[in-house]
Protein backbone atom coordinates (compact mmCIF):
# COMPACT_ATOMS: atom_id res chain seq x y z
CA UNK A 1 0.00 0.00 0.00
CA UNK A 2 0.88 3.48 -0.90
CA UNK A 3 1.86 6.37 1.46
CA UNK A 4 0.16 8.98 -0.92
CA UNK A 5 -2.04 11.03 1.25
CA UNK A 6 -4.46 13.92 -0.20
CA UNK A 7 -3.66 17.10 1.32
CA UNK A 8 -7.36 18.23 0.05
CA UNK A 9 -10.25 16.50 -1.15
CA UNK A 10 -13.14 18.49 -3.17
CA UNK A 11 -16.58 16.83 -3.91
CA UNK A 12 -16.99 17.76 -7.62
CA UNK A 13 -20.33 15.69 -8.00
CA UNK A 14 -23.64 18.37 -8.92
CA UNK A 15 -25.97 15.58 -8.52
CA UNK A 16 -25.75 14.61 -4.88
CA UNK A 17 -23.15 11.60 -4.69
CA UNK A 18 -21.53 11.37 -1.46
CA UNK A 19 -17.13 12.05 -1.61
CA UNK A 20 -15.52 8.90 -3.30
CA UNK A 21 -13.27 7.71 -0.83
CA UNK A 22 -9.29 8.16 -1.38
CA UNK A 23 -8.72 4.76 0.44
CA UNK A 24 -11.77 2.91 -2.59
CA UNK A 25 -10.09 4.89 -5.07
CA UNK A 26 -6.52 3.43 -4.44
CA UNK A 27 -7.61 -0.19 -3.51
CA UNK A 28 -9.47 -0.38 -6.77
CA UNK A 29 -5.86 1.14 -8.67
CA UNK A 30 -3.48 -1.12 -6.92
CA UNK A 31 -6.10 -4.35 -7.72
CA UNK A 32 -5.79 -3.27 -11.15
CA UNK A 33 -2.38 -2.95 -11.97
CA UNK A 34 -2.12 -6.26 -10.29
CA UNK A 35 -2.69 -8.57 -12.72
CA UNK A 36 -1.76 -12.01 -14.13
CA UNK A 37 0.80 -11.71 -16.84
CA UNK A 38 -0.84 -11.66 -20.44
CA UNK A 39 -4.39 -9.74 -18.67
CA UNK A 40 -4.56 -7.41 -21.80
CA UNK A 41 -7.89 -7.34 -23.97
CA UNK A 42 -11.22 -5.93 -22.67
CA UNK A 43 -10.84 -6.53 -19.33
CA UNK A 44 -7.69 -4.75 -18.33
CA UNK A 45 -7.06 -1.18 -17.36
CA UNK A 46 -6.12 0.88 -20.33
CA UNK A 47 -3.54 3.92 -19.38
CA UNK A 48 -3.16 7.20 -22.11
CA UNK A 49 -0.08 10.13 -21.50
CA UNK A 50 -1.34 13.60 -22.54
CA UNK A 51 2.20 15.88 -22.73
CA UNK A 52 2.20 19.25 -24.33
CA UNK A 53 3.87 20.15 -27.64
CA UNK A 54 6.60 22.48 -27.59
CA UNK A 55 4.29 24.95 -29.78
CA UNK A 56 1.34 24.23 -27.30
CA UNK A 57 -0.58 21.53 -28.96
CA UNK A 58 -1.48 18.81 -26.74
CA UNK A 59 -0.29 15.15 -27.70
CA UNK A 60 -1.94 11.86 -26.01
CA UNK A 61 -0.60 8.26 -26.20
CA UNK A 62 -1.51 4.82 -25.01
CA UNK A 63 1.25 3.71 -22.61
CA UNK A 64 1.91 0.50 -20.57
CA UNK A 65 2.19 2.22 -16.59
CA UNK A 66 2.85 0.39 -13.90
CA UNK A 67 1.22 2.17 -10.46
CA UNK A 68 4.34 1.18 -7.78
CA UNK A 69 4.19 2.81 -4.24
CA UNK A 70 2.20 5.84 -5.07
CA UNK A 71 3.77 6.90 -8.28
CA UNK A 72 3.46 5.58 -12.07
CA UNK A 73 6.03 4.62 -14.16
CA UNK A 74 6.50 4.12 -17.77
CA UNK A 75 8.79 4.14 -20.59
CA UNK A 76 9.67 6.49 -23.58
CA UNK A 77 12.58 5.98 -26.37
CA UNK A 78 14.33 9.56 -26.24
CA UNK A 79 13.41 10.36 -30.26
CA UNK A 80 9.65 9.50 -29.19
CA UNK A 81 7.22 12.54 -29.18
CA UNK A 82 6.19 12.04 -25.65
CA UNK A 83 10.18 11.86 -24.27
CA UNK A 84 10.59 15.15 -26.36
CA UNK A 85 7.79 16.72 -25.10
CA UNK A 86 8.36 15.98 -21.63
CA UNK A 87 12.50 17.36 -21.82
CA UNK A 88 10.57 20.28 -22.58
CA UNK A 89 8.28 20.30 -20.35
CA UNK A 90 7.49 17.46 -17.71
CA UNK A 91 3.80 18.59 -16.66
CA UNK A 92 1.71 15.63 -18.05
CA UNK A 93 -1.41 13.88 -17.16
CA UNK A 94 -2.10 10.01 -17.17
CA UNK A 95 -5.92 8.80 -17.38
CA UNK A 96 -6.73 5.47 -16.45
CA UNK A 97 -9.94 3.56 -17.58
CA UNK A 98 -11.31 1.04 -14.94
CA UNK A 99 -14.50 -0.83 -14.76
CA UNK A 100 -15.44 1.44 -11.31
CA UNK A 101 -13.47 4.76 -11.47
CA UNK A 102 -12.11 7.30 -15.04
CA UNK A 103 -8.99 8.23 -13.20
CA UNK A 104 -7.38 11.38 -14.20
CA UNK A 105 -3.65 12.27 -12.88
CA UNK A 106 -1.99 15.32 -13.17
CA UNK A 107 1.91 15.62 -12.26
CA UNK A 108 5.43 15.49 -13.71
CA UNK A 109 7.82 13.07 -15.11
CA UNK A 110 10.89 12.81 -14.21
CA UNK A 111 13.77 10.44 -15.69
CA UNK A 112 14.85 7.68 -13.25
CA UNK A 113 18.24 7.27 -13.23
CA UNK A 114 19.20 5.46 -9.55
CA UNK A 115 20.13 1.46 -11.14
CA UNK A 116 17.94 -0.17 -7.85
CA UNK A 117 14.80 1.87 -8.49
CA UNK A 118 15.26 1.19 -12.35
CA UNK A 119 16.06 -2.97 -11.15
CA UNK A 120 12.81 -2.53 -8.94
CA UNK A 121 10.51 -1.62 -12.08
CA UNK A 122 12.01 -4.01 -14.53
CA UNK A 123 11.23 -6.37 -11.86
CA UNK A 124 7.38 -5.36 -11.96
CA UNK A 125 6.94 -5.59 -15.50
CA UNK A 126 8.91 -8.51 -15.42
CA UNK A 127 5.63 -9.86 -13.51
CA UNK A 128 3.74 -8.48 -16.00
CA UNK A 129 5.02 -9.90 -18.87
CA UNK A 130 7.58 -7.89 -20.53
CA UNK A 131 11.18 -8.30 -19.52
CA UNK A 132 13.51 -5.65 -19.64
CA UNK A 133 17.13 -5.26 -18.35
CA UNK A 134 18.93 -2.37 -17.02
CA UNK A 135 21.87 -0.98 -18.73
CA UNK A 136 23.36 2.38 -18.06
CA UNK A 137 20.45 4.43 -16.59
CA UNK A 138 17.85 3.28 -18.81
CA UNK A 139 15.92 -0.30 -20.23
CA UNK A 140 16.96 -2.55 -22.91
CA UNK A 141 15.21 -5.42 -24.06
CA UNK A 142 14.28 -7.36 -27.64
CA UNK A 143 10.97 -5.65 -28.00
CA UNK A 144 8.64 -3.18 -26.82
CA UNK A 145 5.91 -0.87 -28.13
CA UNK A 146 5.69 -0.51 -31.85
CA UNK A 147 6.09 3.55 -31.09
CA UNK A 148 8.89 3.31 -28.51
CA UNK A 149 11.16 3.02 -30.86
CA UNK A 150 14.90 1.39 -30.45
CA UNK A 151 16.45 1.13 -26.86
CA UNK A 152 17.50 2.41 -24.43
CA UNK A 153 14.34 3.23 -23.27
CA UNK A 154 14.02 5.82 -19.83
CA UNK A 155 12.20 5.30 -17.56
CA UNK A 156 9.83 8.18 -15.96
CA UNK A 157 7.89 8.50 -12.54
CA UNK A 158 5.33 10.29 -12.56
CA UNK A 159 3.84 11.02 -8.54
CA UNK A 160 0.49 12.63 -8.73
CA UNK A 161 0.59 16.22 -7.55
CA UNK A 162 -3.80 16.20 -8.48
CA UNK A 163 -5.84 13.57 -8.77
CA UNK A 164 -9.67 13.12 -10.63
CA UNK A 165 -11.80 10.52 -9.81
CA UNK A 166 -15.50 10.23 -11.97
CA UNK A 167 -17.46 7.11 -10.81
CA UNK A 168 -18.49 4.73 -13.11
CA UNK A 169 -20.59 2.54 -10.99
CA UNK A 170 -23.09 3.05 -7.93
CA UNK A 171 -22.72 5.52 -6.03
CA UNK A 172 -20.98 6.99 -8.88
CA UNK A 173 -20.06 10.80 -8.19
CA UNK A 174 -16.72 13.12 -8.84
CA UNK A 175 -14.08 14.26 -6.59
CA UNK A 176 -10.79 15.66 -6.70
CA UNK A 177 -7.84 15.54 -4.24
CA UNK A 178 -4.45 17.09 -3.94
CA UNK A 179 -1.26 15.86 -2.80
Given at each position: M???????????DGYGAPLIEWSRVLKHLEESFTQEPGSGGPNRH???LATV???GKPHVM???ALWIDGAFYFTAGPGTRKAKNLAQNPNCAITVATHDFDLVFEGKAVIVRDEARLQRIADEYTGAGWSPTVRD???Y???SAPSAGPPPWDVYEMVPTTVFALGTAEPFGATRWRF
Open positions: TNLEPVTEKNLTCWHPDPLGGAFAEF
